[in-house]
């Protein structure tokens, strides 16, 4: 099982900005759409984004698609997501995957 290797979280004060990134060893890398989710406290996890095995297929969750962008760099297994105008209620647990294998989790904390 390939074991994916998210990085970037932190605290940070509404209406800043947090990039995570996810390195996925593997070869198949480039054959595989790639999403991040996130779980809050107390709620179901959400699908904050998706992108295709080329980078141009993008989808987003309901009100991110204008805050957060979803890209990848094949040539170094790596997708990313920059967060811009973080709000409190961006506080979760932040995954990605490739719905084969899903990483840790890492922490993103926003304060009023």
């Known amino acids: 099982q390939v074991h994916l290797v998210e990085s970037g979280g932190g605290s940070v004060q509404a209406g800043g900005s947090l990039n995570l990134s996810c390195l996925v060893p593997?070869?198949?890398?480039?054959?595989?759409?790639m999403g991040w989710y996130r779980q809050a406290p107390g709620k179901e996890r959400e699908m904050v984004a998706t992108?295709?095995?080329?980078?141009?297929?993008?989808n987003y969750g309901d009100s991110m698609e204008s805050r957060f962008t979803i890209a990848r760099d094949n040539s170094r297994n790596t997708v990313y997501l920059q967060m811009h105008s973080l709000e409190p209620e961006d506080t979760a647990i932040y995954y990605c995957?490739?719905?084969?294998?899903w990483g840790q989790g890492i922490q993103v904390t926003v304060s009023s």
């Open positions: 992108i295709g095995p080329g980078g141009h297929l993008r």
């Open positions: 593997g070869s198949d890398f480039t054959s595989r759409a």
């Open positions: 995957t490739n719905w084969v294998s």
